[in-house]
């Protein structure tokens, strides 16, 4: 199995949309809005902003990008970030670290999971370890 982060990959398209769906309870929400803006075959920009009952959160994350086989159609994506949440009185901020697995079906679209455990920083110092979330994604 070869893995490439070069230019022989298929190149990514710059943007893609769509939502996040937690499969834990982990997280305040059980969705959120997902975006990735690829900056190049190698890494990316990945961004959530999820609402609901629990408040306003939004997670940023750089992930590096791995194609395999050379089609770019399965890609696994290891990242680290940043997580600011607004719940009820609280204000959380942590470090999250991703760990991801895409396949990109050769319609514009994406399905992946991802595990991301989170260093809380503020209102208390806690690792969360048991996220985890299916994505959808169309690509443009």
Do not use: C, K
Not at 23 to 38: R, T
Not at 105 to 110: A, H, R, V
Request: hydrophobic fraction near 40%; charged fraction near 20%; charge should be negative.
């Amino acid at each position: 199995m070869a893995v490439q982060t070069d230019s022989q990959a298929q190149n990514l398209e710059a943007l893609e949309l769509g939502i996040r769906l937690n499969i834990d309870d982990s997280s305040p929400f059980d969705a959120a809005f997902d975006a990735v803006y690829n900056v190049s075959n190698a890494n990316r920009f990945h961004a959530n902003l999820g609402i609901g009952d629990g408040g306003l959160g939004a997670d940023l994350i750089y992930d590096w990008v791995f194609t395999f086989n050379g089609d770019g159609r399965l890609i696994l994506y290891p990242g680290v970030g940043a997580s600011l949440y607004f719940l009820s009185d609280d204000v959380v901020l942590g470090v999250t670290g991703e760990l991801g697995l895409e396949y990109r079906f050769d319609i514009p679209l994406s399905l992946g999971i991802d595990y991301r455990p989170t260093f809380t920083i503020l209102p208390d110092t806690d690792l969360g370890t048991n996220s985890v979330g299916l994505n959808l994604r169309w690509r443009f």
